[in-house]
């Protein structure tokens, strides 16, 4: 039986010829899964001076998230773990929550995606 | 009657797309916005020798800031280090690892441009190949 195939190609691409998924928005070769991400949502949240805010998402699994801090000039930093820059903010993930800590004298905007993949099983 | 909100999607292997509700298991759900990649791009950057907080800016072109990720990888090594991080040498279990002297500090967006920091304490110029990604505004 015939596999099943969905593609979306890019602009300029053959989607019947081409196997690079880097090239298509949607491949589906009914031979190995890629996932698309799926946002979960995306909010501006307000942490203030040395503060924690944990924010709740719900999933019970650990999912996939980014996070970003608002700095001068409207420039958005990324954020990771426990920073070597320095900056004094930092994430941390889990099964319910998203935590945000700012150990800066000043309160800070945070910007933060969820998505519905699960990143630990 | 009843009328249901139409939608596509398409399931994984071995998959019921009918049936399924868990999300994981859905390739694309029309429920769902799928994060976009609008700009992937590669640049190489030299950076000056024994100076730290070495800023790069790379137009992008959009009119907002986009959320923006990136990897990067000095010449002459094999591995890609992402930012928040240093690049290292491998020497082992048991010697473990140490700096090359290259880190990559941070990277930032504002509406008109990336920006990725590195330091290089390294007393000669270090080249390195940045691949950076700029996201959908949500």
């Not at chain 1, 690079?20 to 899964?33: C, I, K, M, Q, R």
């Not at chain 1, 993930?93 to 519905?116: E, L, R």
């Not at chain 2, 990277?107 to 290089?120: A, G, L």
């Amino acid at each position: 039986m015939a596999e099943i195939v969905l593609k979306v190609a890019k602009e300029k691409i053959n989607a019947v010829e081409n196997t690079e998924p880097d090239n298509f928005s949607l491949y589906v070769d009914g031979l190995e899964d890629l996932y698309l991400a799926k946002l979960k949502e995306a909010k501006i949240s307000d942490v203030g001076a040395s503060s924690v805010k944990t924010i709740n998402h719900g999933l019970g699994y650990i999912p996939l998230c980014m996070v970003y801090k608002l700095v001068t000039g409207g420039i958005w930093t990324k954020l990771f773990g426990m920073p070597i820059d320095s900056s004094g903010c930092y994430f941390s993930i889990n099964k319910q929550n998203i935590v945000i800590s700012n150990t800066t004298g000043s309160p800070i905007t945070f910007k933060y995606f969820i998505f519905y993949d699960n990143i630990h099983s | 009657m009843t009328t249901s909100t139409p939608k596509i999607a398409v399931a994984g292997l071995y998959r019921n797309v009918l049936t399924e509700t868990d999300k994981n298991n859905l390739i694309f759900d029309s429920e769902d916005n799928t994060f976009k990649i609008l700009i992937e791009r590669n640049v190489t950057v030299i950076l000056a020798a024994s100076t730290n907080n070495q800023d790069f800016y790379f137009p992008h072109g959009l009119q907002f800031a986009p959320q923006v990720t990136a990897f990067a990888k000095e010449t002459g090594k094999e591995q890609v280090f992402s930012p928040n991080s240093d690049d290292i040498n491998l020497w082992g279990a048991k010697l473990g690892w140490t700096s090359t002297g290259v880190r990559f500090n941070s990277i930032s967006s504002d509406s008109e441009r990336v920006i990725c920091n590195f330091n290089n304490t390294n007393g000669t110029t270090k080249t390195v190949d940045i691949k950076y990604y700029c996201f959908e505004a949500s």
